[in-house]
């Protein structure tokens, strides 16, 4: 089975600074895909960037990156030059590459970006 | 394009009555679909998902049932609804293991 956890609730930001995102992670697949979305208060999810498990590089997607550490089991999500529009909960989530199809999420993070 | 339809936005329903959320998906075919759940405050906790018409997975006992009729159709339905059911319910489709995305959601209150 797998976890994710998430080990900030919330987390206040000035305007135009970075703020790394917390996941880690627990499982015992080898294959396995991390995802982080996106919802702001209008409910939707919004994805935002991918990493595999044997993808050499740390992903990116415009302002946001992801910081995968796999031995340390993390999967950390960076956003550069925050703005007002970034306030939203955030949630890591992760599927293994074989076997079932489904997406395991972590309680998520609520980020407000201070103006 | 692919695009997800989900309804209603909101629900408001009385303890004991029934339930019917739709769910379907346009500008694809065979879609994996999902039914998730979100507590307030919470992460999302999967319902059911199916990988073909007729072809469900139910992930937690509870008083909820899912169908699919057709092919790009997901229903999440009750027949007598507990106040524990309140909550954000979302739809969500992939294909094999590309990314997972997201209807807009019901919002459901069980007074």
């Known amino acids: 089975a797998q976890k994710i956890t998430q080990t900030q609730p919330g987390m206040f930001v000035q305007e135009k600074e970075a703020v790394t995102l917390d996941c880690t992670y627990d499982?015992?697949?080898?294959?396995?895909?991390l995802f982080w979305y996106k919802q702001p208060s209008s409910g939707e999810m919004i994805f935002l960037i991918y990493?595999?498990?044997?993808?050499?590089q740390n992903a990116t997607e415009g302002r946001y990156s992801l910081n995968f550490q796999k031995a340390r089991k993390s999967a950390n999500l960076v956003i550069s030059a925050s703005q007002l529009g970034d306030s939203a909960m955030y949630f890591c989530?992760?599927?293994?590459?074989?076997?079932?199809?489904?997406?395991?999420f972590g309680t998520g993070t609520r980020l407000t970006i201070i103006p | 394009s692919q695009t997800i339809h989900q309804w209603p936005a909101t629900l408001v329903q009385p303890v004991g009555s029934p339930l019917s959320l739709e769910c379907t998906v346009e500008g694809t075919s065979n879609p994996n679909l999902y039914w998730y759940r979100q507590a307030a405050g919470r992460g999302l906790q999967l319902l059911f998902y199916?990988?073909?018409?007729?072809?469900i997975s139910s992930e937690v006992p509870q008083n909820l049932s899912a169908s699919r009729p057709q092919d790009r159709q997901f229903i999440l339905s009750s027949k007598k609804l507990l106040l524990s059911d309140s909550g954000f319910y979302l739809c969500?489709?992939?294909?094999?293991?590309?990314?997972?995305?997201f209807g807009n959601g019901t919002r459901l209150t069980v007074t």
């Open positions: 969500a489709w992939n294909l094999g293991k590309t990314t997972l995305h």
């Open positions: 990493q595999g498990s044997y993808d050499e």
């Open positions: 499982t015992s697949d080898q294959s396995y895909g």
């Open positions: 989530a992760m599927r293994p590459n074989f076997g079932n199809e489904k997406l395991t």
């Open positions: 199916s990988v073909g018409i007729g072809q």
